[in-house]
């Protein structure tokens, strides 16, 4: 069986400013991946590629070892199968969220995909009740708290029943509550056959959301690992500008060392 | 210039219906082929903008204030066939979905300031700004000048809408039947206030933005892309600028119609002025901050000829019913009265605001913010009645919407005063069936047709000409037997329709307008478009009061009005570029989730043996009225 996503030698710029450079990369079906890095390392870049939204300057790109391009997502049978196995939440929910109910949102997808009129309404329906959005069912997204909108958002693509999920910064301004509903559901998937491949900088929840992290800085791979090995690998996330050396004092010794916010609560020990 | 119901004949509304449906169609089409699937949330994403600008209130030379269209800024950016449409889904949705602005009048309204006002724009500023380059002083100038004309143009094309109502449509009698004012009066009538307060209004925004969007990103306003931009300055008011200023002021003040027009824009006047208390004084302060001279320029003396002319062919009368000739001057009488307050209390509040400058500055800003409040409780009040169980919220939508419909035209098509009396209650039986509070029925409604309509229609009873009724001993003015039913017939239609559009509008939460439009055969793409522009009218202004907020937050002490000119510009600036950035995201999401260039819906509607019941009641209604009001 052919890998989920295979990427060869893949570079994309904007405008002539390199985005993603010569990054090569295979993720299994059934895999979770994070990829974590800076703000500008590249990584909604990559998903959008993933997503077959953008498309490689150079290299290439396969889903399921067939290779996308724009012209094959144009071609009806194609495009139609790749859109509903493979779903996009954007870090945004404003973005992701232009219809005037969430009713009408969640809809949207397998009505642009052509299902029956009856299987629209039973599945909506029943992502609603799975997400616990029955009440909101006819709010308009301008009357939803941001943890809703990004349940919705959730919502909005989980109603294909996805094969593989691309999430951008899920957690990114969340209270720890909704935050923590959401990582709970990413983990209710782990051992079923989803691929899910999440960007996020939050080194926090990576044991919790993924098994492989790669590390990407400046649109190519830094490094690639278990949340584990990876977490330990102070000197590489201090590179990838993920965590920042901290300068304090204690007790009239003046020193600095690298610093993670794994723990959003408590002090960091350390020992001198 | 939003034209309400009522003052348009139905045949003038069908006509302008058929120039904006040319109009739409052509732009769907080439927008369409221009910019392929990326058009729907481009276009609505700027429409909501649009919007959104609108509803800044810019502080102009001379203690007043405008709003602007934002045409020229469409114009500008998007082309004149975009700007087309994203003008027009803004109109639809203040139509729609806020009631501001008529239904039967959408037609008229899109082809004046959306078809009208985005080709004028478009043509005045590829003339002047020509070849120049993008980072060049020309293009905000270019900006300025077509927002300038370009909102003239509209305001030129609905003033002859108005002027040749009196003339195609009266009756017998010669009572006219929709506008009442001939093209000479209402001409001047609506340019004065467009010369002044709303062309400087468009382009101090027009000019404003395209010289930030020069300083910041360079490549939106096309041309070579120049990276070293020169930062370029608002321009500001000169001495020169200042003088046509006051002397536009002085004229204002010397002639009646220039007073009325003051303020809101004459044919526009809607809630929110009549009720706050700071638009009241708006209307009178542009006159009054000036003194008057000892004897009026000749020009002025034309301009007022303008005024009396209808009168001399008419001999002085005695009253022949004296009731009525009470009844008349009483009404007279205390229009006078409320025009005098309002003028004292505008002076007041300006010797007021002279002392307390800060405030008096931050005035723009307040009222910026108050409006961009309005809209979120607006959307609250109508979330709040379409929930409850009343007559309009128990049928279909489409039948609201066709019912509405027919019952606005029939009104229209009504000649009688007491056929449309007869269909004002009517109307306000349905109203308060489909439990529209009483209180918005009698303040947010009829208040404000009783005030403003009823201010610009006074004039009315003098200039038109007809059958002496009564003169006005100190003012030697005559009041016609045409004059007034032509007044009290406008007044009643008004009435009704705005009645019959609010309850419509409070009752029928927006996705069922927008369903029901769609099951009318609207085009789905249209429906997207509304939806969308809709539904980011919030975000940005969500996101404009932010930016007011976080400004007034940090501005201590007076700001002149030249540097609150520049922050809405800026303001305007920054959230033009937030729109973009979001309309390629949404796109994006659009994308991802299946969307390849055809729109689908999801029809839930099911009509059931009521809704067809009511269609036929509502519609034999109608068909009986106009046959009874003929």
């Known amino acids: 069986m052919p ?41 909604s870049t990559l998903l959008r590629i993933l997503d077959g939204l953008y498309f490689a300057t150079v290299g290439s790109v396969r889903f399921d070892g067939e290779i996308l391009t724009a012209e094959r997502l144009r071609a009806d049978g194609f495009g139609f199968a790749f859109r509903r196995r493979v779903a996009l939440v954007l870090q945004n929910p404003d973005a992701q969220l232009f219809n005037p109910t969430v009713f009408d949102e969640v809809a949207y997808a397998p009505l642009q995909l052509q299902w029956k009129r009856e299987d629209v309404l ?90 492989r992290v790669i590390v990407l800085d400046g649109g190519r791979v830094l490094a690639s690992g278990t949340p584990a090995e990876i977490l330990v690998h102070q000197e590489l996330l201090l590179k990838a500008n993920l965590i920042h050396a901290h300068r304090h004092s204690h007790g009239g010794i003046t020193h600095s060392h690298a610093h993670t916010h794994r723990h959003s609560h408590g002090a960091h020990e350390h020992e001198h | ?56 209130n810019l502080p102009l030379p001379g203690g007043t204030t405008g709003h602007p269209v934002g045409v020229g800024l469409a114009a500008i950016v998007l ?54 380059d993008a980072s060049s002083k020309r293009r905000p100038l270019a900006a300025a000048i077509a927002g300038y004309v370009a909102i003239n143009a509209s305001a030129l094309c609905a003033a002859i809408e108005f002027g040749i109502q009196p003339m195609l449509f009266h009756d017998a009698s010669g009572t006219p039947l929709y506008a009442p004012y001939p093209l000479r009066v209402a001409i001047p009538a609506m340019m004065i206030g467009h010369l002044t307060i709303a062309g400087l209004a468009e382009a101090a925004i027009s000019g404003g933005m395209i010289a930030y969007l020069q300083r910041t990103d360079i490549g939106l306003i096309g041309g070579a892309k120049t990276p070293t931009a020169q930062p370029l ?11 046509l200023w006051l002397t536009v002021a002085l004229l204002m003040l010397l002639t009646p119609l220039g007073v009325l027009a003051a303020g809101t824009a004459w044919g526009e006047w809607s809630a929110r002025d009549f009720q706050d208390p700071n638009s009241r004084a708006q209307i009178t302060a542009a006159s009054s901050n000036h003194q008057l001279p000892a004897t009026p320029p000749s020009g002025i003396e034309k301009l007022s000829s303008v005024w009396t002319a209808p009168f001399p062919g008419y001999a002085p009368s005695f009253v022949k019913n004296s009731t009525l000739g009470y009844v008349l001057s009483a009404m007279f009488g205390v229009g006078i009265l409320l025009l005098v307050s309002l003028l004292t209390i505008s002076l007041a509040r300006q010797r007021q605001s002279n002392k307390v400058p800060p405030k008096h500055r931050h005035h723009f800003i307040e009222q910026t913010l108050s409006g961009f409040a309005k809209t979120f409780s607006r959307a609250l009040q109508s979330e709040h009645t379409a929930a409850q169980s009343g007559l309009m919220q128990a049928l279909d939508p489409r039948v609201r919407l066709v019912g509405t419909f027919a019952l606005v035209l029939a009104t229209l098509l009504c000649g009688r005063i007491q056929t449309v009396a007869a269909l004002l209650l009517l109307a306000s039986v349905l109203a308060l069936a489909s439990r529209v509070p009483a209180r918005t029925l009698l303040i947010g409604v009829w208040l404000v047709v009783l005030g403003f309509t009823g201010v610009i229609l006074l004039p009315a009873l003098f200039l038109t000409p007809g059958q002496p009724l009564y003169v006005i001993p100190a003012l030697h003015l005559t009041i016609t037997q045409q004059g007034l039913r032509a007044v009290l017939l406008l007044f009643l239609r008004v009435g009704t329709t705005v009645t019959l559009t609010t309850s419509l509008v409070l009752c029928t939460p927006w996705n069922h307008v927008l369903k029901a439009l769609r099951s009318l055969r609207v085009p789905t793409e249209v429906v997207t478009m509304l939806a969308m522009t809709h539904r980011y009218i919030f975000l940005l202004t969500e996101s404009a009061n932010q930016m007011f907020e976080s400004r007034q937050s940090r501005t201590v002490g007076p700001l002149s009005s030249s540097d609150t000119r520049a922050m809405a510009t800026r303001t305007a600036g920054v959230l033009f570029s937030k729109s973009l950035e979001l309309s390629q995201e949404v796109y994006l999401a659009m994308l991802s989730r299946g969307f390849a260039g055809e729109v689908r819906l999801l029809s839930e509607f099911r009509m059931r043996g009521r809704d067809y019941v009511a269609t036929a009641v509502l519609v034999a209604t109608a068909g009986i009225v106009v046959w009874i009001g003929r």
């Open chain 1, 3 to 43: 890998p989920a996503f295979q990427l060869e030698q893949v570079s994309y710029d904007y405008e002539g400013i390199p985005a993603i450079q010569e990054l090569s990369l295979s993720i299994e079906h059934g895999e979770r991946v994070a990829l974590v890095g800076a703000n500008g390392s590249g990584k």
């Open chain 2, 1 to 56: 210039m939003h034209i309400p119901d009522g003052y348009l004949s139905p045949s003038t509304c069908a006509t302008l219906y058929a120039g904006a449906s040319a109009g739409w169609y052509a732009s769907l089409k080439r927008v369409k082929r221009q910019l392929s699937t990326r058009a729907i949330p481009l276009i609505s994403v700027l429409a909501a903008f649009c919007f959104v600008v609108m509803m800044f």
């Open chain 2, 233 to 243: 300055a608002v321009a500001p008011s000169t001495p020169a600028l200042r003088r």
């Open chain 2, 79 to 132: 082309g004149p066939w975009g700007s087309i449409l994203a003008i027009s889904l803004s109109l639809a949705i203040q139509a729609l979905f806020f009631g501001d602005g008529g239904i039967t009048t959408l037609g008229a309204n899109c082809f004046n300031m959306a078809i009208v006002g985005s080709f004028v724009a478009w043509a005045i500023y590829k003339l002047l700004a020509a070849r120049s």
């Open chain 1, 122 to 211: 039973r599945r909506v329906t029943d992502t609603l009740s799975l997400m616990a959005l029955d009440a909101l069912r006819d709010r308009p997204p301008y009357r939803l708290s941001g943890g809703e909108k990004k349940r919705v958002a959730l919502a909005s693509v989980l109603v294909l029943d996805p094969e593989v999920l691309l999430l951008d910064e899920p957690t990114a301004a969340l209270d720890p509550r909704s935050q923590g509903q959401l990582i709970d559901l990413i983990q209710q998937w782990k051992g079923t056959n989803k691929t899910i491949i999440t960007a996020t900088h939050q080194l926090d929840i990576l044991e919790d959301i993924a098994d």
